[in-house]
């Protein structure tokens, strides 16, 4: 039933209209001081404005009606404190404390809590009295009318108090909801988790001389928020030289819009100021849901930082991969006759690997290596020769390395095994006997040719397998890998620094006969070489002062950089490099990066697996040792169950006849 009351019903919409400007003022046009600032004093001008008519008819006004008034009145007045406590968590009302960056953020979420507890209380309540006295006899002011006929002040008191108890419900689950949020306790029993900072990403930052900016644009609430602010919170208690800053892109338009913000869910790092200042920008999920299926950038976010960081810290480097032998790089060169000898692999993961170090990955084809290595190369691949090189190519690798040069080779025993002049220069050479282990290997099909799929821990503490010695438990895999040998050095003056960073298991042979056996009469179980580094001589600058010499890594197996087809536990399949993070730091070492060496860590489905004496376990475990224990159990209950049986009878009493 409608009432007249001494106010109309539009009084209370131009008061929510007020509040509307306020809050369009202070949060979408908040970046703009103008037009936000127009918005905010006209809002403000209407909701005081219509307080004080309310208070106009409620002084004017008696009986039940001057009751409904002074109700209407308390509600307004309620939004008018709330909005007086809300002035002090703005930037202008924060400006007039002193407090540390810690008290602050106490201060402003108490404050908070408290202005919008008061907002609440105040507007339910008001909107429920409003919704109950309806449109009807409240068109104009009506201050002449003495009677109470028709206004229920019992009806409206009790809404009211019922929409008070709304509003404090409310306020109660907020408050409850930012307890548990700061209380939050996970027990996420499913594979999902954020990757943490790795170490070479704590170097890289530890490296720098600038201190990083990272700003996180994200809702106020957001569990992936969470996720990232605890990955870099991480970060910055371990390497320092990190700023993190949590922004709204409305809010802070101005900054959104200088970074290029247009959506939630983005992390921009910044290095420098002013004109050195650059930034590079990651993009997340903001649905956590969706963090949490495939290979999302969470699972990979430390491999995601890693990557921009290195964009920042150095310019974009220039890798040239040889082509026009038949390499595994540029497998359309390989002759018809050979094709069906040599296996065609593809490196789609390599190069998009360099792209991540920041390189840029460019072609260098026979005619341009007949002449000479380009001069802004900084890294030369080869990778798996078929064809052999012609003795001109040779020498301008040759040459290129006497400047200083970079280079990484991977061999195959299917390939050219000829290192032409190279191997009097770095001290080794190939041998394409394919390297064999029967205890140590990867099962494949159940048959003696898995035994090519040789399994090795055995890392030496070089930059180059930085992350590969700290991950022992884990192994290498290589596939039909042959070995690498001494050869005598052919060059004059000082000579190169050889060092050996990874060598087969001792239980491996050289399996010269091609049978997947070992023959003792002929072939010897030893560490085999698989990678070596080597470093030449210090060499003069153009200023006269020492600079390093070259640098060349020589791999016995060119599958550690192609692309392989793994499945994980939960049976989903992925292109990966069996050689895992062993490219990474290879590539850092070449290029002078040893600061940024080190694990890169990945929280993607592991692929499964097993050594033959670790499948031979698990099946006997499954086999015999489940029966067994089910049958020790059995045992064990019945003669349990018997015991109790035979106590029982001999404390009984004897019946007599």
């Known amino acids: 039933m409608a009432m007249s009351t001494a106010s109309p019903w539009w009084l209370s919409l131009c008061f929510g209209l007020g509040l ?4 369009l003022g202070q949060r979408l046009f908040g970046h703009l001081p103008t037009i936000g600032g127009f918005q905010t004093v006209l809002g403000l001008i209407v909701v005081i404005g219509t307080t004080g008519l309310r208070a106009f008819t409620a002084m004017r006004t008696t009986g039940a009606r001057r009751g409904v008034e002074r109700t209407l009145l308390m509600c307004q007045l309620g939004v008018l404190l709330a909005l007086f406590l809300y002035m002090w968590t703005t930037k202008w009302g924060m400006g007039h404390f002193s407090f540390t960056e810690k008290g602050a953020a106490k201060f402003e979420t108490v404050l908070t809590v408290f202005w919008t507890i008061l907002l609440t209380s105040a507007l339910i309540p008001m909107f429920t009295i409003e919704m109950s006295l309806g449109l009807a006899l409240r068109e104009m002011f009506d201050l002449k009318t003495g009677g109470d006929e028709g206004v229920e002040y019992y009806r409206v008191r009790e809404i009211g108090w019922s929409g008070l108890t709304i509003a404090l419900a409310t306020a109660f689950l907020m408050v409850t909801c930012n307890v548990a949020k700061e209380r939050n306790v996970q027990r996420d029993v499913g594979y999902f988790k954020t990757s943490s900072p790795g170490d070479s990403t704590k170097r890289i930052v530890a490296a720098s001389n600038d201190t990083l900016r990272v700003l996180l644009f994200f809702p106020q609430s957001n569990e992936v928020k969470e996720q990232v602010r605890s990955y870099f919170d991480t970060l910055q208690s371990a390497s320092g030289h990190i700023a993190i800053e949590e922004h709204d892109r409305l809010v802070d338009a101005e900054v959104a819009g200088k970074y290029k913000v247009l959506k939630d869910g983005v992390i921009v790092i910044v290095k420098g100021t002013g004109d050195k200042e650059k930034s590079q920008t990651i993009e997340v999920d903001t649905d956590i849901e969706k963090a949490r299926k495939g290979a999302s950038k969470l699972r990979n976010f430390d491999r995601e930082v890693n990557s921009q960081l290195l964009k920042l810290v ?8 040889m082509t026009g032998h038949g390499e595994i790089t540029d497998p359309d060169s390989i ?22 170090l920041n390189y840029e990955v460019k072609d260098l084809g026979l005619i341009d290596l007949a002449s000479n290595v380009p001069e802004d190369a900084t890294v030369v691949v080869m990778l798996a020769p078929t064809l052999p090189l012609q003795p001109a190519e040779w020498a301008a690798l040759s040459r290129y390395l006497d400047k200083g040069g970079r280079l990484l080779i991977a061999m195959d025993p299917k390939g050219d095994p000829s290192m032409g002049e190279l191997e009097g220069k770095i001290g080794y050479k190939y041998n394409p006997a394919p390297l ?9 099909r159940g048959m003696p040719s898995d035994r090519r799929f040789a399994i090795t821990t055995q890392f030496s503490a070089h930059a180059s397998t930085t992350a590969l010695s700290r991950s022992v438990d884990k192994g290498l895999v290589v596939i039909e890998s042959g070995a690498i040998e001494d050869a005598p050095f052919t060059v004059k003056g000082e000579q190169p620094k050889k060092t050996v960073t990874i060598r087969s298991m001792e239980s491996s042979w050289l399996d010269l006969n091609d049978n997947f056996s070992f023959d003792s009469a002929t072939e010897k179980r030893q560490k085999w070489n698989l990678g070596v580094a080597v ?5 003069k600058d153009g200023a006269g002062k020492d600079k390093d010499g070259f640098r060349v890594l020589v791999f016995s197996d060119a599958d550690l950089f192609a692309d392989v087809l793994v499945s994980n536990a939960a049976g989903r399949a992925a292109v990966v490099m069996v050689s895992g993070p062993l490219l990474d730091d290879a590539i850092k070492w070449l290029g002078g990066e040893e600061y940024a060496v080190g694990e890169v860590v990945s929280e993607d489905d592991k692929p499964i697996k097993h050594t033959k004496s670790q499948d031979a376990a698990w099946f006997t475990l499954m086999i015999i040792g489940a029966p067994l224990l089910v ?24 019946v007599k006849s």
Not at 436 to 444: G, K, S
Not at 535 to 539: Q, S
């Open 631 to 654: 049958l020790t159990l059995g045992l064990v209950g019945t003669w349990a169950r018997r015991r109790r049986t035979l106590t029982k009878a001999k404390k009984s009493p004897e």
């Open 314 to 321: 150095r310019e974009k480097r220039k890798a040239y991969v």
């Open 535 to 539: 470093e030449g001589p210090k060499l």
């Open 436 to 444: 064999t282990d029967d205890q140590a290997y990867l099962p494949q």
């Open 20 to 23: 509307l400007e306020i809050l």
């Open 335 to 356: 002759p018809p006759d050979l094709k069906g000898r040599v296996p065609e692999r593809r490196t789609t993961v390599f190069k998009k690997r360099l792209g991540d």
